[in-house]
């Protein structure tokens, strides 16, 4: 089981706001192609909305310092998780090639990033009231 620490559930919204803002931004950059800020942006905005829909829902945050542990407390408390995991699992896996190798990130690599962490949000959305 991936370390946890119990939180307040209200405290989902702060992470929300700004899973959303990091969201826009890697929109914006890769609109501007600042592609290699765009992904990075795109990672670090799926890490906050699985932080607010694991907040709002188990009371818990990741307590590890490997992000991919995220994954196997979602899988633990959401039944219907296993296609956003796939999202996320990618996000995930592009993270160090995004910010710590000298290779930079392709303008339809980056787009893809974006899209997959769209779509991890709208499946974290549906766990979050009022967000729909």
């Not at 930079?104 to 949000?121: C, G, N, P, T, W």
């Amino acid at each position: 089981m991936a370390r946890a620490r119990k939180v307040c559930s209200g405290g989902w919204k702060d992470y929300h706001k700004k899973a959303k803002l990091l969201l826009e931004a890697s929109h914006v950059c890769i609109e501007f192609e600042l592609h290699d800020a765009g992904a990075i942006l795109a990672i670090h905005s799926a890490i906050l909305f699985a932080d607010a829909a694991l907040t709002r829902n188990a009371g818990l945050r990741s307590a590890s310092e490997n992000h991919e542990d995220i994954i196997d407390l979602l899988t633990s408390n959401f039944q219907d998780a296993s296609t956003a995991i796939r999202q996320l699992g990618t996000l995930l896996a592009a993270k160090n090639e995004a910010e710590y190798t000298g290779e930079r990130i392709e303008v339809s690599r980056a787009r893809d990033l974006y899209k997959r962490a769209q779509r991890f949000a709208a499946w974290c959305e549906a766990y979050l009231p009022g967000t729909e």
